[in-house]
Structure formats: structure tokens, C-alpha cells
């Protein structure tokens, strides 16, 4: 999985594909982190899935949950005021860590608010434009998809985002 999220057809894909299109040069200096690693994110699931489909769904669902866990995370973190050892109290409660394992990635949450909830939000509007799509286009759907979401502008705003997307897919 972290083969095809880095290299291709991931990030290297991504890139080499973003720079053969004619961005504007705004786009070039802008940094859009649910953009980029959203679709490398998909990628890696899709990869896995030419293995197994099991495996896919396994890895689709550990992915949301671990994303859902942690959104509520820095929920409670940032909005709730939790300590450090408030948090770990939560998260025992879905997952097995060692304090010490879970105090490196909790500290990163505490220093960056939000900055892994955008995977989850990402994730979610994959999941929206593929189900479009699938209805749409049948045989051409994953190039159509994939065209769809590496040359969609990346925006912040998600109902912009959302509404640039349903125009693409047709």
C-alpha cells in the first residue's frame, strides 16, 4: 500500500500528471493537502484490490475507522481540552496501543489541529463522486473518475468542491 500511495500510482503519478496539464501558476505555489492526499489515498485501496477484493474492503474499513477515531480525537483534544493522558484514556477504548507508542502521534494531533481529519473528509468525497460515476459511466468509469479528480481544482470549500465535481462527472 505505501508503494502505491507514494510512487505510482500515487503521488509520483499525481505530480508528474499535474505537471503536464496547464495549471494556473496560482495552483502551482498552493499546497491543498485533502487534494493531494486524497488521491493517493484512494490509490492505495485500489491497489490492493487487483490483489484482493476482501483485502480492499478490509483495509477501506480499517482506514475510515481509524480516520472516524481520529476526527473524535481532536475533537476532544482540541474543542474538550483533553490532557494527553484524557486521550489515551479514549482511545483504549477502540484500539490497543503502549503509552509510549501512542504519545508520539497524539502529540503530532495536539500540535496540528485538524490536520489528519482531512484524510476522513477526503475519503468521504471520494466515496460520493465514485458512486456518481459508477452510475454514469459503467466501462469508462475509473478513467473517467481518475481524470475527473486529478484535474478538479482542489478548494477548501466542500459544497464548491462538491458542486465542481458533480459538473465534471456529467
Not at 472516524?68 to 493522558?85: A, F, P
Request: hydrophobic residues 35%; negative net charge; proline residues 2%.
Amino acid at each position: 500500500r505505501v508503494v502505491g500511495h507514494e510512487s505510482y500510482p500515487g503521488h509520483l503519478y499525481q505530480m508528474v500528471y499535474f505537471k503536464n496539464t496547464n495549471a494556473h501558476d496560482v495552483r502551482k505555489v498552493m499546497h491543498y493537502l485533502g487534494y493531494i492526499e486524497g488521491w493517493a489515498t484512494y490509490i492505495e485501496n485500489e491497489v490492493v484490490g487487483f490483489i484482493d477484493e476482501d483485502a480492499k474492503k478490509a483495509f477501506e474499513f480499517n482506514d475510515i475507522s481509524g480516520a472516524l477515531i481520529t476526527c473524535l480525537l481532536d475533537i476532544g483534544i482540541h474543542y474538550h481540552g483533553w490532557s494527553l493522558d484524557e486521550a489515551y484514556e479514549f482511545i483504549q477504548k477502540y484500539a490497543v496501543y503502549e503509552k509510549e507508542d501512542f504519545d508520539g502521534g497524539e502529540r503530532s494531533i495536539m500540535n496540528t489541529p485538524t490536520w489528519l481529519d482531512i484524510y476522513l473528509i477526503q475519503n468521504c468525497k471520494s466515496d460520493f463522486v465514485l458512486d456518481r460515476m459508477k452510475s454514469v459511466y459503467s466501462e469508462e468509469f475509473y478513467k473517467k473518475f481518475q481524470t475527473v479528480d486529478l484535474t478538479s481544482p482542489p478548494s477548501g470549500d466542500f459544497k464548491q468542491n462538491r458542486k465542481i465535481t458533480i459538473k465534471r462527472s456529467g
